[in-house]
């Protein structure tokens, strides 16, 4: 069974951090592209970050460039979201997403497997 499941969320104050986690499952994890989207309240769903299949080549949206950085863990078939100073802005649902691709993407498209999201909500 194909499976992503997000954990990490929460609630912090401005300026705080959080890591977020994606373990995989069901799929062959060092063959797939990884990203986070995430979806505020009344707002679509916008890329956040990506991560090619090998890990060393990453992107980021403009809003979190610097304040934000992806990785991940072949072995461990994992993918992290370390966030840093913090925004009420940030206030979302955040999704793991994996892509049959090894290089790097930013369109939601290109995203087969998607996790059920986890809440990260930012107070001012």
């Known amino acids: 069974q194909v499976q992503l499941v997000e954990s990490g969320g929460g609630l912090v104050q401005a300026g705080g951090s959080l890591r977020l986690s994606c373990a995989a499952s069901g799929i062959t994890f060092s063959f797939y592209a990884m990203g986070w989207f995430r979806q505020a309240p009344g707002k679509e769903r916008e890329f956040v970050a990506t991560?090619?299949?090998?890990?060393?080549?990453?992107d980021y949206a403009d809003s979190v460039k610097g304040r934000f950085t992806i990785s991940r863990d072949n072995a461990k078939n994992t993918v992290y979201l370390r966030m840093n100073s913090l925004r009420p802005e940030d206030t979302a649902v955040y999704y793991c997403a994996a892509a049959r691709r090894l290089i790097i993407t930013s369109e939601r498209m290109n995203y087969s497997v998607w996790g059920q999201g986890t809440q990260v909500t930012i107070s001012s």
């Open positions: 991560i090619n299949s090998r890990g060393d080549i990453t």
